[in-house]
């Protein structure tokens, strides 16, 4: 196995939340970091890629994003990336665990920036039970979770994501992690393989994610629209735009993501196909 | 800091050569593992990332590269790659330690098979001297090095550029590798600023290495051809060919690979640019 260690400078908060333990520690030179359950989630070094590329890849693939669901998110990167969209009018973040948005805004200050923003509403809750109650009504969500590990495992189930495709409004898309392809290829070959049946339009978006073990992340976009190619956004941003907005983030960025290795390549294509071959790469 | 833990099912070899500490184990689930100095070189489970990267996007800028060398690699994987090009009429690997090979050629065979090609020549030595002694003699230079600590660290000075370029043929090319831009950002920015007076066309590529410290390395690519787009290759294999030839390389990786965060384009133009400004991101 990999394993990937951060230097610790100070521990700076330890909790156990109704939901999980909370451990936030500065490092040496990766700024403040979040760790939950045992796992790191953020730092704030380099964080921006994860954020960046897991808000703007779904919401400039949609045409008109007005209303958008965060699930999870409770460190408040996402929120602060969505609000940059001037298009969305109401951004809902659903967070199960209050903790970790109480941490983070004393902590993590320059993502928790995010829930600031008067377009911003918090529901603490339970996604699941909220999506329900929701339903057709999100022109994106994003689901910002850990890893499908512990209690955040039935987020990687068929059942969810089709909890996510009723609360979605028409023409609706989804974002969500599903770690890295040298780390976890079982589970991306697994959620691909319920998705297609699930929604017309599934493509598969990574990012360098230089404190994650294997160094990338994986992410599922979905669109309830069909033939829609997920790697080409429907609105970009200018040049000095994306220079002012973003610092990982950009049009050729997102096109790129979706351009995978040959293997990865071959294994997403089998996924997605309607024979599904299984030949093992 | 950050580090990287590869679990060791078993050590296989251990020896101390004139040149340094090589060891060579079986990890749990990354096959077996080079280990030069004590910095990870490369596993059976992602080596094919670095060596086709290294070796196809250079080889693929050149219209015709006939005549192919290879500074350090002793491991032999990229003289595998090399010969996959059916253009290519001679590869010579100058390589400073025979331990490396020797120990490679019995404990990653999958990689040193790269040995047995007809079209392959091993020059045990400095690379510095060989090139001195064949000027305007290669198409392309591949320095398949150890990082830019210790004994290596002369490869990523501006002499050695100059070596490579009076060793290069008319409209040669060279490929190196620099670490990662999250790892080792002043590194990337001292070798591209002296670069641009060197070379006449200069890009970088990124390529996924999970067994890399960050996830990522980087990769100089440069030609003595003026106005080369070197993200765009000159010779292509088709889709099926890439499929048999790699598990990787393709041409549209290669064109993504050159696709780079906001933040890393910037310090690369900046770095590239003849005002070249030096306002730190």
Request: net charge negative; proline share 5%; aromatic share 8%.
């Amino acid at each position: 196995m990999l394993a990937l260690c951060i230097q610790v400078k100070e521990i700076l908060h330890q909790e156990r939340s109704p939901y999980q333990d909370i451990l936030v520690f500065e490092s040496t030179n990766h700024g403040n970091v979040l760790v939950l359950d045992g796992i790191i989630q953020c730092t704030e070094r380099d964080e921006c890629a994860y954020q960046e590329v897991i808000t703007h890849t779904p919401l400039n693939c949609h045409p008109n994003p007005k209303k958008v669901l965060v699930i999870g998110g409770g460190d408040g990167g996402v929120l602060r990336e969505v609000v940059k969209h001037d298009v969305v009018e109401e951004v809902v973040l659903c967070e199960i665990d209050e903790a970790v948005i109480r941490v983070c805004q004393k902590y993590l200050p320059s993502m928790a920036v995010g829930f600031k923003h008067p377009k911003v509403r918090v529901h603490i809750g339970d996604g699941f039970k909220y999506m329900a109650e929701n339903q057709a009504t999100f022109d994106v969500i994003i689901t910002d979770s850990s890893d499908a590990v512990g209690p955040a495992a039935v987020l990687y189930q068929v059942e969810y994501y089709q909890l996510l495709k009723a609360s979605l409004a028409p023409q609706g898309i989804i974002c969500n992690l599903v770690d890295s392809v040298w780390a976890n290829e079982p589970l991306i070959r697994r959620v691909l393989t319920f998705l297609k049946d699930e929604y017309p339009s599934v493509g598969v978006a990574t990012a360098y994610t230089p404190t994650y073990v294997t160094g990338q992340l994986s992410f599922i976009v979905a669109s309830k629209q069909p033939n829609q190619n997920l790697a080409v956004p429907v609105r970009k941003w200018t040049q000095a735009q994306e220079r002012r907005l973003c610092q990982y983030y950009g049009a050729e960025v997102h096109e790129s993501s979706f351009i995978h290795p040959n293997f990865m390549r071959q294994l997403i294509s089998e996924c997605l196909s309607e024979t599904s071959k299984v030949d093992h790469l």
